[in-house]
C-alpha cells in the first residue's frame, strides 16, 4: 500500500440500534454514503471509496485495483494520461448507477529531494553515504537499544519529533558528523529542491497506464460498460497510440461466460446422453429434454419480475435448473411406458398416469422450490451470489413443473399414436 493511502475497518451496530434520519432507518449503502462524505468534509484533499473487506483485496489481487470495476487508460505520455482521465473521470460521474468514481493515485506529489556538493563533500572529507545516514536517522529513525517492559521486549528509536520532521528548515541544520569530533550542518554539503513527482507509474505489459476506480449501485456490470464504451467514443476522443480498457469485474465476467459458453453446452450434452441411454429412444430423449427451455423460459422471466441481470451465478443456476428439470419428466415418461407395455393404449396410459404421478410430480417441484426459497429471499452476506441463482431455479421449476405437467402427455400421445395409427391403416389399404 503507498503512504498516501489507508484502510478503515467500520463495524455496524445492530440494526436496531441506528438513529433515523428523516423518520426512518437508513440502509448500509445510505449509512456508508454518509460516512464517505462526512471524511471528505473533516479532511480536506481526500478520495474515499467504500467497500467490503474481502472484496477489496480480491480485486486488489486479481486487478491492481481496489475497486469493482477499473478504468484503464494506456499511452506513453504521462501528462495525456492524466488529462483524459479526468475527462473520463467527468464522463462516468454523469452516468446512471455509479457509486464512486476517484483516481488510482494522487497523480502527483510534491516533493523534498537532496543532491550532495561534491566539492563539499571533498573537502570535508565526507562520504555520500554519510548523508543518507544522517537524513534516515532523523527522519525513518534508528534503533539504539531495546526495554523489557512486563516480559516484552520493545526496540528503542531515536529520530526527530514529528513536527520537525516536517521543516524543511530543521532538517537543513541537521548535524552530520565529520571525522572523530568536528560536525557540519547538513545543508552545508548538500542542496535542497522542491519538485512535483509522479508517484507511482504503474505500468501493465510494460506499458504505461493511468486507471480510474469505479464503484458501481448497479448490478447489471455489463449494461454499464456498455453505455460507458458509447458515451466514451463520443465524447473523449484518443489520441493515436492511446487505449482505454475496462477491467476488475466486468473483465471477471468476460472471461467466466467465455468459459461457461464450453461447459453449458458439455452440460446440456451430458444431460441428454444420460435421458438416451435411460430409454434407448432418440425420439423419447428428445420428448424428455423438451423439458429444459421450458424451465429456461421460466428462469428468465423470473430474473426479469425481480429486475436481476443476467450473471456468472445466474448461469449456473440454469445449469442445474437444467438437471432438475428432465427430473419430472422422467418420472412421467417412464410411467407411460410401463402403462403401455401392460397394453394400454397412448391417450389411456396417459390420462392414468398424470392422475398417478401427479403427487409425485408436485412433491418434487414444491421441495426443490421451497429448499431455494431462503436463498432467494437472503438479505446478508453473500446475498449477491445467492439469489440470482435460487431465483433461477425457483422460476423454472415452476415453469417447467406446469408445462411438463401439460405439454409433454400432449406431445407423447401424438407421436406414440402416430406409428400406431400408420399401421392400422396399412391392413386396410387398397392392394390394387
Known sequence: MPPNEADFYVQYHPR??????????????????????????????????????????????????????????????????????????????????????????????????????????????????????AVSTALAGRVVGSLQHEGHVHEVVVRLRGELREQERQIEQLPVRVGEHG?????????????ESVEPIRRDDAKRRAALMVNL?????????????????????????????FGGQFEHLVEARSRLALVVPAA?????????????SLRQALLVFSGVPLAITGGVFALAMRGMPFSITAAVGFIALSGVAVLN???????????????????????????????????????????????????????????????????????????TLVVLPVLYAWFERTPARASEESPDADPG
Do not use: H
Open 16 to 133: 436496531s440500534q441506528w438513529r433515523r434520519v428523516g423518520g426512518r432507518v437508513p440502509d448500509k449503502a445510505e449509512l456508508a454514503a454518509r460516512v464517505a462524505e462526512a471524511i471528505r468534509a473533516g479532511v480536506t484533499n481526500t478520495q474515499t471509496l467504500v467497500a467490503q473487506p474481502i472484496e477489496m483485496r480480491f480485486n486488489e489481487m486479481l486487478e491492481g485495483v481496489r475497486a469493482d470495476l477499473s478504468v484503464k487508460v494506456f499511452g506513453p505520455d504521462f501528462d495525456i494520461l492524466e488529462g483524459l482521465a479526468s475527462r473520463i473521470k467527468g464522463v462516468l460521474e454523469g452516468e446512471p448507477g455509479v457509486g464512486e468514481v476517484e483516481f488510482e493515485t494522487a497523480g502527483r506529489s510534491p516533493m523534498l529531494t537532496l543532491s550532495a556538493r561534491r566539492d563539499a563533500l571533498v573537502r570535508y572529507g565526507l562520504p555520500a553515504s554519510a548523508l543518507n545516514e
Open 183 to 195: 560536525l557540519v550542518a547538513l545543508g552545508e554539503v548538500a542542496e535542497f529542491a522542491r519538485v
Open 217 to 245: 449501485k448497479t448490478r447489471d456490470v455489463e449494461g454499464f460498460v456498455r453505455r460507458a464504451e458509447e458515451r466514451l467514443a463520443r465524447e473523449v476522443p484518443l489520441p493515436d497510440g492511446y487505449s482505454i480498457e
Open 268 to 280: 446440456l450434452l451430458f444431460i441428454f446422453v444420460l435421458i438416451f441411454m435411460a430409454f434407448g
Open 329 to 403: 419428466g422422467v418420472v412421467l415418461v417412464s410411467y407411460f411406458n410401463e402403462l403401455r407395455e401392460e397394453g394400454r393404449d397412448p391417450l389411456g396410459a396417459v390420462l392414468e398416469g398424470c392422475l398417478t404421478r401427479l403427487r409425485p410430480v408436485l412433491m418434487t417441484a414444491l421441495v426443490a422450490s421451497l429448499g431455494f426459497l431462503p436463498m432467494a429471499l437472503s438479505s446478508g452476506a453473500g446475498a449477491e451470489v445467492q439469489r440470482p441463482l435460487a431465483t433461477v431455479v425457483i422460476g423454472g421449476i415452476i415453469s417447467s413443473t406446469f408445462l
